[in-house]
Structures are given as C-alpha cells and as structure tokens.
C-alpha cells in the first residue's frame, strides 16, 4: 500500500469548550478509528494525535492533542480528518475501497475500450460507475453481472456492458 492520505471524516464544529470536535464520518468503519493513533488533517495532512474517539448520541467526536480550547477547535472547523491508506480496514475479497476503483480503465469482455472509471455514484441500490472515454460517458451499475473482473495491479476492470449502457458515439 502506498502514503495516499484517505478522508475519514471532516471536522463539523466544536463539541464543549474543552477542545473536542464533531466529526461528520466519512468512513464505513468509524469504529476503527479509534485504533489510530495519528490522523492526517487538511490538505496538507498535518499530523495530528489522536486522544481519544467516543460516540455521543449518534455523533463521532475525538479530541486531539494540544486541542484544548474551543477557540483551538473551531480553528479545525471544515478540515478533513485523514488516515494513511495502510491503516485503512482490510475489506473482504473482492470488495474495494472507492479510491482503488476511480482510474481504472474499463474494458469490455468483447475487447473494447470504454474508458476510465472517473467517479462512484452512491444510488442506494448498488453504485454506479461513470467511465468516461472517447465514445462517451458510460453509467456501469456496479454489479457481479455488469463487473465481471477488478485486476488492480493491471489497473484495469473487465465488464460486460448490457444492452442500452452503449455510449451515443
């Protein structure tokens, strides 16, 4: 696994005057963010030590070290909340996280070149893929009968595209 910086969560507001900060949970696994014990914040990805993460009524909230103050928390108001790619939680074969699959070049078990994945919607069914290539922009619905193979080492996903999914060229 590589340094890449993943977005766990995004720092909402001040929780008390004593420093500790809502998080909103941009994870699946918030949980383990407690096993942490530096988080990456910003764009630059200052680090930062991790206290302490607790559940209060539905909401994350963690505190920081030398984040004592509600003025030194609502200083990190809007930042991102960041863990390096090898804390990530290990998923399931044959599950993967979002940032492996945007890149991906998409081909077609007939051979064909539809693109790059370049963005994950989240339709509540299933996700949805969006490969855009020269022919055009191709919705693939991420299912075991449309993504037939994820090679991430090849950089590259096999489909089989279903009739009316074909590009207007």
């Not at 809502?22 to 014990?37: D, G, M, S, Y």
């Not at 990190?76 to 070049?105: C, D, K, T």
């Not at 989240?122 to 949805?128: I, R, S, Y």
Request: negative net charge; proline residues 5%; charged residues 20%.
């Amino acid at each position: 696994m590589s340094d890449l910086l993943l977005a766990v969560g995004r720092v909402l507001r001040p929780h008390g005057v004593r420093g500790e900060l809502v998080l909103e949970v941009l994870t699946e696994f918030p949980e383990r963010l407690a096993e942490n014990e530096t988080v990456y914040l910003g764009e630059a990805g200052a680090p930062r030590t991790l206290q302490r993460v607790r559940f209060s009524r539905g909401r994350l909230l963690v505190q920081l070290e030398g984040c004592l103050t509600l003025e030194a928390a609502e200083a990190l108001r809007g930042q991102l909340v960041q863990i390096r790619e090898s804390q990530a939680a290990p998923l399931p074969p044959g599950h993967y996280y979002q940032h492996q699959i945007i890149g991906l070049e998409a081909v077609t078990d007939t051979g064909e070149v539809l693109g790059q994945v370049t963005e994950i919607l989240e339709t509540g069914a299933n996700d949805v893929y969006v490969v855009a290539g020269a022919a055009g922009e191709v919705l693939l619905p991420a299912l075991r009968s449309v993504v037939l193979q994820i090679d991430l080492e090849a950089h590259r996903m096999l489909v089989h595209l279903p009739e009316g999914l074909r590009p207007e060229a």
